[in-house]
């Protein structure tokens, strides 16, 4: 709980708002931080004060409440009294700050930019100025970003029902624009990327508002996922007269032709927004961004926010996390540059055979080469990561550490060019031609810096012997300094005769030179008192003062040369920029396929053939994430088949609660995902066409927030599923209709099924408690009836998990509830009262008595059906 700290002679409360004071009454520094604060009003200021920085009026409220730190107060002025205020220790404000970020806050960090001894002897208020503006899509500091994860920071435009974004991640440089059109698919593209946060333009002048996750706003449109932060800005950056000679600008082109966005004219206005906004939060440190580059949404598998989430791709359904995702099970990289890259293909899958194909082929080629595999491998996890110390490189904020790194890392990518002849495929080529330039690079930068550099680049020692021959001068010459300062004692002692003579240094006198008061009396002339204590007395002499002062000027001098060596030969390397990015994306693409390669080999996942037609053929498929839990060996496999010539659209899949229906559903589904990023998969063999859609309505869920039950989310999701889906697109549902009344829930199905099989004729599988359902496959051709076994004992029921044709006639609903252990009489009622249901149920009947009588060609809806069956009687 926060705490306001008041005094007698304070008012009752301390001011929040800065706003209802007199501005002119404030001591000069209050003054200068309200008129920083009125430039970045939507943004929390941090102003550096001595050893703190420190924040007031509401911003204090603000950040006491969010890092639950103690408010105190502090007088203003004489007109004005206290005002809130509250502090961080200067050497915590990374920490504090990626606190605030990670919370969704825009903050400003005011420093002092002048010695403030300085500014004291001048009777005047220390410099200060803005140093650093952190939001949570322009950070850049490694401690603030995760490390295997993007951090896209993306810019909206809307006009009508089309719709053009940009996204951007400033730590890699990675820069991406699109147009297209239909609202709904703009949300799925925002929930894929994640953005941390979103640009939106509104006609307001001066607007700069950052709003938190969840916040509204009237400038926000209702298609817009309220799961980000959104920065509104003025309309006019977004402007594509403003946009376009931006971009040009930037990227040094005479047209946006070749980077394939000249005629899209959202895509550009959302770039040049996008950039715009990066100019302005990163005024001290421009950062470089790779030459844009524009995608079509229609080039690669569709995935909505639910079927995401019902496939765990990248954390799990029940508690959000990444342990038993896909992700998890799938990510065998060695470095954070292909873990991020993992993580794009898994949500961008490939819709283009060939591009499948290349990846498919470098992973055989490691898969057959051993040795190489585990050589690449084992030189991956000594390369740091490029992408993002190459965007501090660029931006001249890596430390001396980093940049070590860096070399480190590029003296590597010969070897590594030679390990790559080895391979064939075009991933391997990218790797054959590495830059000579850069080799040299590397070398340089390692043969100029210490091998243990510190990670602050002003306090020296950052450069080694013999770099620059000035530089080792000026260290010749403290060496003799501090020489003669060592000998000193010595030379004194005989000197004077005394033996306990003793030369010291502290902060406050400098160097200076002690004896005991006993001894004072024998202190040659020269000797000058400098401070008395209780059994000592403390003297300089001219000659130690003017070496104290050669030695601390020569050591200060000494610093800032080697600062400027480094920002100099930092500077040399942000000029490879865009070679050395170009390298980083061939070995994050490598480390995923090698990674991949190590799993096929371990998990024994084999090759899918990919098919020209609409075929999904899996032989003994496994569930990549349960087989890693259970064990490799401990999974039950099962096949299937979908689409081709005499295999069903639609499988009606029937079993028991908790016999591993959904498991199978979700099995599938990745495999067919696994198989359009080009990966190997867990099945003896396959043969699988191409999907453009994969759609899972899997799970029982509300959403409170918007007031939606269980059922209706059902709905929306099986509505979206049906207004979306194609031929081409792979369908997987599990109990549609189960939230409503039986007749209700069961009508509902069985139109869903009957809708996917004709109209759509989609690869689906429907998986239903629904037993009623298995008569659609004696009606149409395309549906086929499966079945997750189970072996049935006097008193339980064993669960075999396998996958075999044919119709469950029941579920063993209450079975399961005596495994989750619900009392005995409960079971014993519930058994007396399904007796007397199925006795006396028309559903079932009506189904038998009719179904013959029912042929495609009379199908004309589903009402007309369901009445024919009895079932509204």
């Known amino acids: 709980m926060t705490e306001i700290v008041t005094t007698k002679a304070t008012r009752n409360a301390p001011h929040e708002d800065y706003r209802l004071i007199n501005i002119k009454d404030l001591t000069p520094m209050y003054h200068h931080y309200v008129e920083v604060k009125e430039q970045y009003p939507n943004c929390l200021l941090l102003y550096r004060v001595g050893d703190f920085f420190e924040c007031f009026f509401q911003d204090a409220v603000t950040i006491a409440q969010e890092l639950e730190l103690v408010i105190t107060s502090k007088d203003a002025g004489q007109n004005v009294g206290r005002i809130a205020m509250t502090g961080v220790p200067h050497h915590a404000l990374d920490r504090y700050a990626r606190q605030l970020v990670e919370k969704g806050y825009g903050v400003v960090i005011c420093d002092q930019v002048e010695d403030a001894s300085k500014a004291t002897a001048e009777k005047r208020l220390v410099k200060r100025a803005i140093t650093k503006l952190l939001t949570p899509g322009t950070v850049t500091e490694d401690e603030m970003l995760p490390s295997r994860q993007n951090n896209f920071l993306a810019a909206v435009v809307v006009a009508k029902d089309h719709w053009g974004l940009a996204y951007a991640d400033i730590s890699t440089g990675e820069f991406f624009t699109t147009q297209s059109k239909d609202l709904s698919s703009l949300a799925t593209e925002l929930l894929r990327l994640q953005p941390a946060e979103v640009l939106f333009p509104v006609n307001a002048p001066d607007i700069n508002s950052l709003l938190r996750q969840g916040q509204k706003s009237e400038h926000l449109p209702e298609f817009l996922p309220d799961c980000f932060c959104y920065t509104l800005r003025s309309q006019k950056t977004f402007d594509i007269n403003e946009a376009k000679p931006k971009l040009l600008l930037e990227f040094k082109l005479k047209s946006l032709e070749g980077v394939g966005c000249e005629h899209l004219p959202l895509a550009i206005r959302a770039a040049g927004g996008l950039l715009d906004y990066v100019q302005d939060t990163q005024k001290a440190n421009q950062v470089p961004l790779q030459l844009i580059r524009t995608y079509s949404i229609a080039d690669f598998l569709m995935l909505d926010a639910t079927s995401r989430r019902n496939l765990e791709i990248t954390s799990t359904v029940r508690d959000n996390t990444f342990h038993g995702s896909l992700l998890w099970a799938l990510d065998k990289t060695c470095t954070a540059m292909g873990a991020r890259a993992l ?251 090698s990674g991949l390669a190590e799993l096929a080999v371990y998990q024994d996942y084999n090759r899918p053939e990919i098919a020209e037609d609409r075929t999904i053929k899996i032989k003994n498929g496994r569930h990549p994430v349960v087989e890693k839990i259970l064990g490799f060996g401990m999974f039950v496999p099962n096949s299937t088949s979908l689409g081709a010539e005499k295999t069903p659209d639609l499988i009606v899949l029937t079993g028991p609660n908790a016999s591993g229906k959904s498991c199978y559903l979700r099995q599938v589904g990745l495999i067919q995902l696994m198989t359009q990023i080009g990966s190997f998969i867990p099945a003896e063999s396959a043969k699988i066409s191409i999907c453009d859609r994969i759609f899972t309505r899997v799970g029982a869920v509300d959403d409170i927030a918007t007031g939606q039950s269980t059922f209706m989310v059902e709905m929306n999701e099986t509505a979206n599923i049906l207004n979306h889906a194609t031929e081409k697109s792979l369908v997987l549902l599990d109990e549609i209709g189960r939230g409503t009344a039986t007749f ?3 009508s509902i199905a069985w139109a869903v099924a009957e809708y996917l099989a004709i109209e759509i004729q989609s690869r689906t599988i429907f998986a239903t408690h629904y037993h009623e359902l298995n008569e659609l496959a004696s009606i149409l051709e395309n549906v086929a009836n499966y079945q997750v076994t189970v072996k049935e004992l006097e008193n339980e029921i064993i669960f075999l998990h396998e996958v075999k044709p044919g119709g469950a006639d029941k579920s063993y609903g209450i079975e399961a509830g005596r495994l989750a252990g619900l009392p005995k009489v409960v079971i014993s009622r519930a058994k007396q009262v399904m007796t007397q249901i199925e006795k006396h149920s028309k559903i079932a009947m009506g189904l038998r008595k009719n179904i013959k009588k029912l042929t495609p060609s009379n199908q004309e809806n589903t009402e007309e059906i369901m009445t024919q069956l009895d079932i509204f009687e």
């Open 343 to 593: 993580r794009r293909w898994l949500l961008q899958p490939l819709l283009k055979k060939s591009a499948i194909i290349a990846r498919q082929d470098t992973i055989a080629e490691l898969i057959d080469n051993l040795p190489l595999r585990e050589e690449m491998r084992s030189l991956f996890k000594s390369i740091y990561d490029l992408e993002r110390i190459t965007g501090r490189v660029g931006a001249g904020t890596a430390n001396p550490k980093e940049l070590l790194n860096l070399g480190d890392s590029l003296l590597k990518l010969t070897y590594l060019a030679e390990l790559a002849k080895e391979g064939k495929s075009p991933y391997f080529q990218a790797l054959q031609s590495v830059p000579p330039e850069l080799e040299e690079l590397g070398q340089k930068v390692v043969d100029s810096l210490v091998e243990s550099p510190p990670h602050h680049v002003k306090e020296g020692g950052i450069i080694r012997d013999g770099v620059n021959e000035q530089l080792d001068q000026m260290r010749r010459l403290i060496d003799g300094d501090k020489e003669w300062l060592a000998n000193l004692e010595v030379t004194e002692r005989e000197r004077t005769g005394i033996n306990n003579l003793k030369v010291g240094y502290n902060k406050t006198f400098g160097y200076y030179i002690s004896m005991p008061r006993s001894k004072a009396e024998f202190a040659p002339e020269n000797y000058q008192r400098k401070q008395t204590l209780l059994n000592e007395e403390r003297y300089i002499t001219a000659e130690l003062k003017e070496k104290e002062n050669r030695i601390l000027n020569a050591k200060d001098d000494l610093a800032k040369f080697e600062y400027q060596i480094f920002v100099d030969l930092r500077s040399t390397v942000a000029q490879k920029t865009a070679e050395i990015r170009k390298v980083a994306r061939a070995i994050a693409a490598m480390d995923v396929l």
């Open 744 to 746: 209700d829930g069961l």
